[in-house]
């Protein structure tokens, strides 16, 4: 056999150039990140044997979860009526869902702080809803931030799914609702897993809104992003940092969940579930 | 014989294409091909038949005397094959087969049953537990007329659907469609641009140009009759 001969290749200027800001840019993240475990890890298990910090733990994923799931239930008929139906003002509604998503999350904050500080929000508080200062305000927070994103993730997998097999589904029987559990959502899986994952990782990590709207009281409406910003406030930037720590773990368990769900589905591979 | 489909001044237009006016009658029964070039209309005028624009043509379909737009496409009994076959792909054959008879109500041992006789009638039993990824062309497409012919269609329309096979599954799939329409009894309309195709299936051919249904002729007297200019064209190369 004859021995491969190794070829050469060198890098042009330009993917020279590319390859060393990439290089850069990810030994800053990465110096960024350690420097925050580093500091963080030692104090971690102080950290986590106290009431406070478990308690912030409990409160982000007990508001992330809840905001995430309020996410889902909205964003996918709001998909499906702006890629499905022709509805009326859909041109409106498309502007203002983008817009939201360009707002700074302060701004937004604030809007939902007016919001909620009006008739309006004195109604909900007599019918027993309080928003502003109390936990629920924070799920609303969380809600307002990410909707706009979850709505366009799963816009855009709707357009990119072929519409003609609901008409199929359609025409061998299936409602309107039936065409959207057994065809187009099943299609939509990994982007809805998408979706959920980056939701839920992004509520978890909602500060400025809920700044504005609920502000941070300790033990009371202390999220993990409150709970640094208090510590770094109070000069105990040991805290901070094994705060930020948790939620960095947290992350990459969201991230790992995510990549694991996301695998191409069986049917996409040759053999598929049968190996064949 | 009564017409299983009237066509009367359809006229639709579909971004910037335009067809018709069309009219056409197919009669109960029949195998009926729709000949044309790339683009001429022919996808659009079976989808239009098939109900996908409904309330967007103008001019009059009735299916069996009954005027189009008061039946909605999922009440047609009509089947639909593409000539990618447009089966689920996260669904396996059986599952493909199964869907019509499930979304009709039909108890779990009368689909087993009927899925069965179909997948034997048509040779793919063998793939029954597998997607459509992991299948042939060819029996992409018998899947695709599977599901279709479970539910009984009294139309069966299919667009262009032997065109992405080799000839000789071709040739098969030409026996098949006989036979189906000599057990089923349903009238089939189906898309082509091959002229044998056309003419070993069919008992009457409609030739369809821009948008328009030029002529209908025998089916053996395609290459006899006289035609205009542009439909002399398409037939003489």
Redesign the interface.
């Known amino acids: 056999m004859k021995n491969k001969k190794k070829i050469n290749r060198k890098p042009d200027t330009f993917s020279l150039i590319s390859i060393i800001i990439t290089l850069l840019v990810i030994v800053f993240i990465s110096s960024a990140i350690i420097s925050v475990v580093a500091g963080g890890v030692a104090y971690l298990p102080e950290a986590l044997t106290s009431r406070e910090t478990w308690f912030s733990i409990k409160l982000s994923l007990k508001t992330a979860t809840i905001s995430t799931t309020l996410c889902v239930l909205t964003a996918i008929p709001v998909a499906y009526a702006l890629t499905r139906t022709e509805m009326p003002l859909k041109k409106l509604s498309e502007i203002i869902i983008e817009l939201m998503m360009c707002l700074p999350y302060l701004v937004l904050g604030l809007c939902l702080l007016i919001l909620f500080s009006s008739p309006f929000g004195d109604f909900l508080r007599d019918i027993g809803f309080k928003v502003v200062f109390t936990v629920n305000g924070i799920i609303i927070a969380q809600y307002f931030v990410n909707l706009p994103f979850a709505i366009r993730m799963i816009r855009t997998a709707f357009m990119q799914m072929d519409e003609?097999?609901e008409?199929?589904?359609?025409?061998?029987?299936?409602?309107k609702w039936?065409q959207m559990t057994?065809?187009l959502l099943?299609?939509a899986r990994n982007s809805i897993i998408s979706m959920i994952i980056l939701t839920w990782s992004r509520a978890i990590g909602e500060f400025g809104a809920t700044l504005m709207l609920v502000g941070i009281t300790r033990m009371r409406t202390e999220t993990l992003p409150g709970s640094i910003y208090l510590s770094i406030s109070t000069g105990d930037t040991k805290r901070a940092m094994a705060s930020a720590t948790i939620m960095l773990v947290i992350s990459v368990a969201a991230l790992i969940i995510s990549n694991k769900l996301n695998e191409p589905?069986?049917?996409?591979?040759?053999?598929?579930?049968?190996g064949? | 014989m009564r017409n299983a489909i009237e066509i009367n001044n359809l006229e639709i237009k579909r971004g910037g294409f335009e067809l018709g006016p069309i009219n056409l009658n197919v009669e109960e029964g029949e195998i009926f091909a729709i000949l044309g070039r790339t683009g001429s209309g022919k996808t659009v005028l079976l989808e239009t038949l098939?109900?996908?624009y409904q309330d967007q043509y103008d001019g009059d379909i009735k299916l069996f005397g009954e005027d189009a737009q008061e039946i909605p496409?999922?009440t047609?009994n009509?089947?639909?094959v593409?000539q990618d076959s447009?089966l689920?792909?996260?669904?396996?054959v059986e599952q493909n087969i199964a869907?019509?008879l499930k979304?009709?109500n039909v108890p779990a041992a009368e689909i087993e049953e009927k899925i069965a006789y179909i997948t034997d009638l048509l040779s793919i039993t063998k793939i029954r537990?597998?997607?459509?990824?992991?299948i042939s062309g060819g029996e992409r497409q018998r899947t695709a007329l599977a599901?279709s012919l479970v539910?009984n269609p009294k139309i069966l329309l299919l667009d262009e659907p032997f065109s992405a096979l080799d000839p000789a599954t071709r040739q098969k799939m030409y026996t098949e469609i006989n036979s189906i329409h000599d057990n089923f009894g349903c009238t089939i309309v189906f898309v082509t641009h091959d002229f044998s195709e056309a003419q070993k299936l069919a008992g009457r051919i409609g030739i369809m140009l821009h948008g328009q249904l030029k002529t209908v002729v025998d089916a053996d007297k395609l290459f006899e009759n006289t035609y205009d200019e542009d439909v002399e064209m398409f037939l003489r190369g």
Do not use: C, N, W
Request: net charge positive; charged share 20%; proline share 9%.
């Open positions: 003609r097999l008409v199929i589904a359609g025409m061998l029987g299936a409602s039936k057994t065809i099943p299609l589905p069986k049917y996409y591979r040759i053999g598929g579930e049968d064949k | 098939a109900g996908f496409p999922h047609r009509m089947g639909f593409y447009g689920f792909p996260h669904m396996t869907y019509g979304m009709h537990k597998q997607y459509p990824a992991t599901r539910l």
